[in-house]
Nanobody, 127 residues
Framework: QVQLVESGGGLVQTGDSLRLSCAVS????????MGWFRQAPGKEREFVAV????????YYGDSARGRFTISRDNAKNTMYLQMNSLKPEDTAVYYC????????????????????WGQGTQVTVSS
Protein backbone atom coordinates (compact mmCIF):
# COMPACT_ATOMS: atom_id res chain seq x y z
CA GLN A 1 0.00 0.00 0.00
CA VAL A 2 1.03 3.56 -0.71
CA GLN A 3 -0.51 6.62 0.90
CA LEU A 4 -0.49 10.01 -0.79
CA VAL A 5 -1.31 13.40 0.69
CA GLU A 6 -1.41 16.53 -1.47
CA SER A 7 -0.99 20.05 -0.17
CA GLY A 8 -0.29 23.54 -1.42
CA GLY A 9 -3.49 24.34 -3.26
CA GLY A 10 -5.32 27.60 -2.83
CA LEU A 11 -6.85 30.67 -4.42
CA VAL A 12 -4.53 32.76 -6.59
CA GLN A 13 -4.81 35.34 -9.35
CA THR A 14 -4.01 35.02 -13.00
CA GLY A 15 -0.25 35.02 -13.53
CA ASP A 16 0.57 33.87 -10.01
CA SER A 17 2.55 30.77 -9.05
CA LEU A 18 1.84 27.85 -6.74
CA ARG A 19 3.80 24.82 -5.67
CA LEU A 20 1.91 21.66 -4.90
CA SER A 21 3.42 18.92 -2.78
CA CYS A 22 2.61 15.24 -2.52
CA ALA A 23 3.90 13.37 0.52
CA VAL A 24 4.30 9.64 -0.04
CA SER A 25 4.35 6.93 2.62
CA UNK A 26 4.06 3.17 2.73
CA UNK A 27 5.69 0.83 0.23
CA UNK A 28 7.67 3.47 -1.63
CA UNK A 29 10.09 0.81 -2.90
CA UNK A 30 7.35 -0.38 -5.25
CA UNK A 31 6.99 3.00 -6.99
CA UNK A 32 8.24 3.33 -10.56
CA UNK A 33 6.70 6.70 -11.43
CA MET A 34 4.65 9.48 -9.89
CA GLY A 35 2.24 11.75 -11.65
CA TRP A 36 -0.14 14.66 -11.38
CA PHE A 37 -3.62 14.77 -12.85
CA ARG A 38 -6.32 17.38 -12.52
CA GLN A 39 -10.06 17.51 -12.87
CA ALA A 40 -12.16 20.61 -13.36
CA PRO A 41 -15.92 20.65 -12.66
CA GLY A 42 -17.84 18.99 -15.46
CA LYS A 43 -14.69 17.89 -17.26
CA GLU A 44 -12.77 14.67 -17.60
CA ARG A 45 -9.63 14.00 -15.61
CA GLU A 46 -6.60 15.43 -17.41
CA PHE A 47 -2.98 14.33 -17.32
CA VAL A 48 -0.59 17.03 -16.12
CA ALA A 49 2.87 15.54 -15.65
CA VAL A 50 4.84 12.46 -14.65
CA UNK A 51 8.31 11.77 -13.28
CA UNK A 52 10.11 8.47 -12.95
CA UNK A 53 11.02 7.51 -9.40
CA UNK A 54 14.58 6.45 -10.22
CA UNK A 55 15.57 9.10 -12.74
CA UNK A 56 14.83 12.64 -13.75
CA UNK A 57 12.88 11.58 -16.80
CA UNK A 58 9.68 13.63 -17.09
CA TYR A 59 6.78 14.08 -19.43
CA TYR A 60 4.12 16.81 -19.54
CA GLY A 61 0.63 17.21 -20.84
CA ASP A 62 -0.01 19.92 -23.40
CA SER A 63 -1.58 22.30 -20.86
CA ALA A 64 1.39 22.05 -18.50
CA ARG A 65 4.31 22.06 -20.87
CA GLY A 66 6.39 25.22 -20.55
CA ARG A 67 4.62 26.51 -17.41
CA PHE A 68 4.70 23.65 -14.90
CA THR A 69 7.66 21.71 -13.53
CA ILE A 70 7.45 18.34 -11.84
CA SER A 71 10.16 17.23 -9.44
CA ARG A 72 10.68 14.89 -6.53
CA ASP A 73 12.87 14.51 -3.49
CA ASN A 74 13.25 10.83 -2.77
CA ALA A 75 14.97 11.50 0.55
CA LYS A 76 11.83 13.30 1.69
CA ASN A 77 9.46 10.97 -0.18
CA THR A 78 7.84 14.02 -1.68
CA MET A 79 6.87 15.05 -5.19
CA TYR A 80 6.26 18.63 -6.27
CA LEU A 81 4.48 20.49 -9.02
CA GLN A 82 5.68 24.05 -9.55
CA MET A 83 3.00 25.94 -11.46
CA ASN A 84 3.82 29.30 -12.99
CA SER A 85 1.83 31.79 -15.05
CA LEU A 86 -1.42 30.32 -13.81
CA LYS A 87 -4.58 30.86 -15.82
CA PRO A 88 -8.26 30.55 -14.90
CA GLU A 89 -8.43 27.38 -16.98
CA ASP A 90 -5.94 25.79 -14.56
CA THR A 91 -8.66 25.81 -11.93
CA ALA A 92 -9.22 22.20 -10.86
CA VAL A 93 -8.66 19.63 -8.17
CA TYR A 94 -5.11 18.34 -8.54
CA TYR A 95 -4.34 14.73 -7.69
CA CYS A 96 -1.04 12.98 -7.22
CA UNK A 97 -0.70 9.35 -8.09
CA UNK A 98 1.85 6.53 -8.21
CA UNK A 99 2.53 3.62 -10.53
CA UNK A 100 4.16 0.29 -9.71
CA UNK A 101 4.72 -0.56 -13.37
CA UNK A 102 7.55 0.40 -15.68
CA UNK A 103 6.10 1.92 -18.85
CA UNK A 104 7.34 4.08 -21.65
CA UNK A 105 7.23 7.59 -20.22
CA UNK A 106 4.43 8.67 -22.55
CA UNK A 107 2.24 5.75 -21.47
CA UNK A 108 1.94 7.32 -18.04
CA UNK A 109 -0.40 9.93 -19.51
CA UNK A 110 -3.41 7.69 -18.91
CA UNK A 111 -4.98 7.20 -15.52
CA UNK A 112 -5.02 3.43 -15.95
CA UNK A 113 -1.24 3.34 -15.57
CA UNK A 114 -1.51 4.26 -11.89
CA UNK A 115 -2.33 2.35 -8.75
CA UNK A 116 -2.76 4.79 -5.88
CA TRP A 117 -4.30 8.25 -5.75
CA GLY A 118 -4.39 11.05 -3.23
CA GLN A 119 -7.51 12.92 -2.13
CA GLY A 120 -6.68 15.97 -4.18
CA THR A 121 -6.02 19.64 -3.50
CA GLN A 122 -8.08 22.48 -4.94
CA VAL A 123 -6.43 25.12 -7.09
CA THR A 124 -8.52 28.12 -8.03
CA VAL A 125 -7.21 30.84 -10.33
CA SER A 126 -9.25 34.01 -10.47
CA SER A 127 -9.25 36.31 -13.49
Amino acid sequence: QVQLVESGGGLVQTGDSLRLSCAVSGRTSSIRAMGWFRQAPGKEREFVAVIRWDSRNTYYGDSARGRFTISRDNAKNTMYLQMNSLKPEDTAVYYCTTSRTQYSITDYSTGGAYDYWGQGTQVTVSS
